[in-house]
């Protein structure tokens, strides 16, 4: 009973607390209580943004962009030696599809790619295996491989003509070295990163030199790896762009050459736009397979 009449500043909120419970409601209570109905309409207006699908609103921007291309179009500010319409360059696409030549381009170029990203998948993370697990590997390849980065794989293309011929061994070979060195730094610096609590912890259990590289260092790893991966898809369109403008028979670079010889832009943009949208398409494949590799990391957000 003498809870009840101790003075509010000597108990502190545990003594209203109490008070609320067994007192009656007081005029405070009340207008506490016709006061809370006013917040109830701030949940909705958080969530009202989610109702429009995230997809509708990555797509409002080129939209709006394309909308706003074919108005200048239209108005004469772009001519058409400057820069086709989208009208006209959506003609031009169908014209290149109708007679097979732009799938056939596309086949060519995906070819050139898959085998160069294969090879300088295989070149780059070998090296920062290598590199990244053994101390003396790191003494004998990573100095040459940093060394080898900063030269741009562009100007190796005439000394990749004298090597290799005009054929398609250039061509491979240099999206191959595009590929090779974002892998290797993303590998490495990932089997470097990896954390020593992580390590300690599998030798506590037993486990062997090699057991800790395959359970510990190697998932550690993985998420470097595949943002390698994707700054290499990057880079191996980019390649291609430069292998195809030289002595190519066939693949959309030499679209991009002939309508150049002849000052089609409208054929020069639909090409971009293929390697645009190829390169977003090996993007998405490269996520996918983040969710289905790195489901385990606790931070991992499926993006």
């Not at 772009?78 to 820069?83: C, I």
């Not at 398609?168 to 610096?189: C, D, M, R």
């Not at 260092?217 to 390649?239: F, H």
């Amino acid at each position: 009973m003498s809870i009840s009449h101790a003075p509010p500043d000597s108990h502190g909120p545990d003594i209203s607390g109490i008070s609320e419970l067994t007192a009656p409601e007081s005029s405070d209570t009340k207008s506490t209580d016709h006061a809370l109905p006013e917040l109830e309409p701030i949940v909705p207006a958080s969530t009202r943004h989610t109702r429009v699908p995230r997809w509708l609103r990555r797509t409002s921007g080129p939209v709006l962009l394309l909308a706003l291309w074919q108005v200048l179009s239209s108005a004469g500010v772009l001519t058409s030696d400057v820069l086709a319409s989208p009208g006209t360059i959506a003609r031009v696409a169908g014209d290149l599809i109708s007679d097979g030549s732009l799938t056939n381009a596309m086949g060519v170029s995906l070819q050139r790619v898959a085998v160069g990203l294969l090879l300088g998948t295989v070149v780059g993370t070998g090296l920062a295996l290598v590199s990244g697990l053994f101390r003396i590997g790191e003494d004998l390849v990573d100095a040459s491989v940093q060394m080898l980065r900063t030269v741009p794989f562009v100007g190796l293309i005439p000394l990749f003509i004298i090597w290799f011929g005009i054929g398609e061994a250039p061509k491979v070979a240099i999206i191959t070295l595009g590929v090779s060195f974002p892998l290797y730094l993303n590998v490495y610096a990932g089997i470097r990163g990896v954390d020593s609590q992580l390590i300690e912890a599998g030798e506590s259990l037993g486990l062997s030199r090699w057991g800790l590289v395959r359970h510990v260092v190697l998932p550690g790893a993985l998420p470097g790896a595949m943002t390698g991966l994707r700054y290499s898809l990057g880079i191996a369109w980019l390649a291609l762009v430069f292998a195809e403008q030289i002595n190519a028979d066939a693949g959309i670079g030499f679209l991009m050459v002939q309508a150049r010889d002849f000052l089609r832009t409208d054929v020069i943009v639909v090409c971009l736009i293929v390697y645009a949208f190829l390169g977003l398409l090996a993007d998405f494949i490269v996520r996918s397979l983040e969710r289905l590799l790195l489901q385990w990391r606790p931070t991992f957000t499926g993006r």
